[in-house]
Every structure is written in C-alpha cells, then in structure tokens.
C-alpha cells in the first residue's frame, strides 16, 4: 500500500521561512504534488516534482529526494495568508492518474 | 468564471434519504475525480473517471454510493441510505489528460450533513 506522512501542524511567525516534510511509502512513484487549502476553501495546486531537486516558483519552493522517499515544501517570507493546509500528494503506484493525499499539515502563522 | 463547479453546495439530510451531488468539470478536462475530506484530514479518493469510463473505485466505497458520468461531461455522485458517518465535504476535481504534472483542479465542494 501508499502512505504518506506530514506533522499535522506548523507554526511560524510572518516574514519567517518554515519547511513542511513530507514522508511517502510507495512501489511506484510518478511525483510528488503540493495543494494549499485555506479554511472553507477548495484544494489548489502549488508545485509539482517528477525529478530529484528544487523546484522553485516565487515564495513558494518544493524539493525532492526520490532515493530517501521525501520530500518538502519552503515557504519564504511568510504572510498571514499563508496560513492555510498544505498536502503533498503522490500518483498511486498502479494508476498513475489517481493522486493520493496526505493527511495534511495546518500552517499558523503568528504576527 | 469556467472552473469546476458543484452543486448543491450545501446539503442537509436525514439518515436513510438518498442524495446526489452534481460535478461539472472544466469543459476540456476528461479526468473527473471524486473525493471525500472529512475535518483536519486530507482528501480521500474515491472514484474517477476517463471521460465516460469509470476506471477505478475505491475499496473503501461501500455499495450505497455510486457515480456516473454518462456523456463524459458532467457526472453525478449518489449516496444511498445515508448514514451519520457519511457527513463530510464531497470534492471534485478534473485534469486534462495531457497534464504532465497530474494537477487537479477542485471545486469549492459539497458540504453534507446527515442528521
């Protein structure tokens, strides 16, 4: 089976930069995707990694190690409307077109 | 505004009445997705379709619930015989099948509440 593992919550003050680990456990890998989801809101796609690395858009950067299964998001110079859920998520080992999502983690961010 | 809309967006029921939510994914999307998220967790897949095809569904989808989508358009997500446990928020999301990045795009949802 897949499983993904991320700490449910985070906490980090504005203007900061904080790091969301993620963890996965699949046969098959096709990339790790991030969503953010605000309170009420609906999932939206931030960044996606197929290879080994940085990705970086804006803000907003995602890294990659396939060999040690893990992955995080960066999130620099933190606003308050950052504060939201974030969830990687990785294609399923035998579909590569079912996403499969973590359990999520709660971003707070202080004044 | 062409993303993917859902309706209704807010349902109430009683326990054992049937319900359907209705999906309408971006016009050229044939991937259309089902999810279920319930509070603090991440969203749980539960079926999807390649335009009218239903290619999987989950093992954790009991028999009560069943989708469609008939003309690789829109599709509809039916929920039979309701129970407490089926309160969550319904997520549907479409992708075009070239995407390279497999990116869904959601809908804002459809909140249901068993009484």
């Known amino acids: 089976g897949q499983s993904l593992e991320q700490p449910s919550e985070v906490t980090a003050v504005e203007g900061a930069i904080v790091q969301i680990n993620c963890t996965y456990q699949t046969s098959g890998f096709y990339g790790l995707s991030w969503y953010q989801q605000h309170d009420g809101g609906a999932p939206t796609f931030l960044s996606y990694?197929?290879?080994?690395g940085l990705e970086e858009t804006g803000r907003f950067s995602s890294f990659l190690s396939r060999s040690d299964s893990y992955g995080y998001l960066l999130l620099q110079e933190l606003q308050m409307k950052d504060s939201a859920s974030y969830f990687c998520a990785v294609r399923d080992e035998g579909s590569a077109s079912k996403i499969i999502f973590g359990s999520g983690t709660r971003l707070s961010i202080r004044p | 505004d062409t993303g993917v809309s859902q309706d209704p967006r807010h349902k109430i029921t009683k326990r054992g009445q049937n319900v359907t939510f209705r999906c309408d994914p971006i016009?050229?999307?044939?991937?259309l997705y089902w999810y279920r998220q319930t509070l603090g967790q991440g969203p749980e897949f539960l079926t999807y379709f390649q335009n009218e095809a239903q290619l999987e569904k989950s093992r954790l989808l009991s028999d009560r619930f069943s989708a469609e989508r008939p003309k690789g358009s829109f599709s509809t997500l039916e929920i039979q015989r309701t129970e407490q446990g089926d309160s969550a928020m319904y997520l549907c999301a479409s992708s075009p099948t070239s995407g390279l990045t497999g990116e869904l795009f959601f809908g804002e949802g459809s909140r249901l509440t068993v009484l």
């Open positions: 990694n197929a290879l080994d």
């Open positions: 016009s050229e999307h044939n991937r």
